[in-house]
């Protein structure tokens, strides 16, 4: 089949003006600079995943430093690579940013060897957001498989600290296994946020396992969704939320309401090296949260 691509630009939404740091001039003009911060202290959270705690040193580029929801930053280790890793912390924590990093190779696998003092580098932040301020007044599902949960984090934050401005929320998050369920820690407390649902499920249980087993859409089951007033964000495998969303489409979410972050390998992270592309669009810049409207036309997307 021969897909026409659609040239929609997420940021030129009229809801993406909202939020003047985060235009495209705000982008460049920051992505050269790479802020030397410090990691100050390390979670770990299973076999492979760790949480870096990260500070920028300087006072005021600290202060300075601000993000939405779904944007990432280039992580910068000296004399080893750079990678893209999505800001997985509050937006409105101006101390330090949070990292959830898997070691899967050369970069991540040095950054999980680091201590607490170590120092490196952070570019960014990049890449649109989930446009979280366009979700004022509706409900808003968020769908998490493996470590798709990470970049979840930025958005049930905002969504908790400007809790009064949205209606039901219910967060799915399905793991392979019960020890790769990341910031089970958090549980009680999201749960306690006023009208939040969160439902968990692991495709093999091990023993000692007392939840959901099954996929992920099996937890459509027991969610009621409004499809005329619902939001959804999706993030995880390809395969995840391509299944995901044709079951949100089923329900009558309409394509352009939900997102999902596509992961692209990435050097420059600002438009320059064309590592990221997928047709004519640009996943650092463009990207990585899309609509999945945008998503179904761009070729090659998924
Ligand atoms: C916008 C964005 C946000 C991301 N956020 C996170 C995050 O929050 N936490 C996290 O742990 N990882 C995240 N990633 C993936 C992360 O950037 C890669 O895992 C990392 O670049 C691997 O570097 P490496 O040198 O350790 O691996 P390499 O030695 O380069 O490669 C090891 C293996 O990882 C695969 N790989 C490398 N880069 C990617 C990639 N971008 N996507 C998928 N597979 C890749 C390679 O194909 C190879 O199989 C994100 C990627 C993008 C593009
Ligand atoms: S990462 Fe270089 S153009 Fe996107």
């Known amino acids: 089949m021969n897909l026409k691509i659609i040239q929609h630009d997420i940021n030129k939404e009229p809801f993406m003006s909202g939020s003047p740091d985060f235009n495209r001039k705000s982008i460049l003009m920051q992505t050269e600079k790479s802020f030397k911060s410090e990691i100050i202290n390390i979670v770990t959270l299973t076999a492979l995943e760790k949480l870096f705690h990260i500070r920028i040193s300087d006072h005021f580029e600290r202060k300075n430093f601000s993000f939405l929801p779904g944007q990432f930053v280039m992580v910068h280790l000296p004399g080893c690579g750079e990678i893209p890793i999505s800001i997985s912390s509050s937006a409105s924590n101006k101390e330090y940013i949070e990292l959830c990093i898997r070691k899967v190779g050369k970069v991540t696998g040095m950054i999980h060897r680091l201590e607490p003092g170590a120092i490196i580098g952070i570019r960014g932040p990049f890449g649109t957001h989930f446009p979280v301020q366009k979700m004022t007044g509706a409900n808003v599902l968020l769908i998490a498989g493996g470590l798709g949960i990470a970049p979840l984090r930025s958005p049930i934050y905002w969504i908790n600290e400007h809790r009064s401005e949205y209606r039901d929320i219910t967060i799915m998050y399905g793991a392979r296994e019960p020890d790769q369920i990341l910031f089970d820690y958090q549980f009680e407390e999201w749960k306690k946020i006023y009208g939040l649902q969160l439902l968990t499920i692991v495709q093999n249980a091990g023993m000692g396992w007392k939840g959901r087993v099954g996929l992920i859409t099996d937890l459509f089951k027991e969610v009621r969704i409004d499809p005329e007033n619902t939001f959804a964000i999706v993030c995880g495998p390809p ?31 600002m438009g320059k090296c064309c590592r990221c592309n997928v047709g004519s669009t640009f996943t650092c810049l463009d990207g990585p949260i899309f609509d999945y409207w945008t ?4 070729k090659e997307a998924i």
Do not use: D, Q, T
């Open 295 to 298: 998503v179904m036309n761009l």
């Open 239 to 269: 395969v995840m939320f391509k299944f995901v969303c044709a079951h949100l489409s089923n329900v009558g979410i309409p394509r352009h309401r939900m997102f999902v972050s596509l992961e692209r390998r990435m050097h420059c992270g």
